[in-house]
């Protein structure tokens, strides 16, 4: 008998304001930028950003972005600034 393995689908690996942080990151938006367009501190973004690279097991915050480009949670469109 084989073990129930479910596999994670990729948007289930990161919070919609993670994914948002990492969209606008993407974009060519600075820390700054994205705090006035989120109204959240810079702390707030920096901790969604470190949040997302634990889960997606990345160590930059580029390495993070192009890891949710591949998997699809990023479209490679939005990543174009």
Do not use: C, F, W
Not at 2 to 10: G, N, R, S
Not at 33 to 43: A, D, F, M
Not at 53 to 76: P, Y
């Amino acid at each position: 008998m084989q073990p129930d393995i479910k596999a994670e689908h990729p948007l289930e690996k990161i919070t919609t304001a993670q994914r948002m942080v990492l969209y606008l990151i993407a974009q060519g938006n600075s820390v700054k930028q994205i705090s006035g367009l989120l109204g959240i501190s810079r702390r707030t973004i920096a901790s969604h950003v470190s949040s997302a690279k634990t889960r997606m097991k990345a160590s930059t915050r580029d390495e993070v972005i192009a890891i949710a480009v591949k998997d699809g949670i990023l479209d490679e469109t939005e990543t174009l600034a």
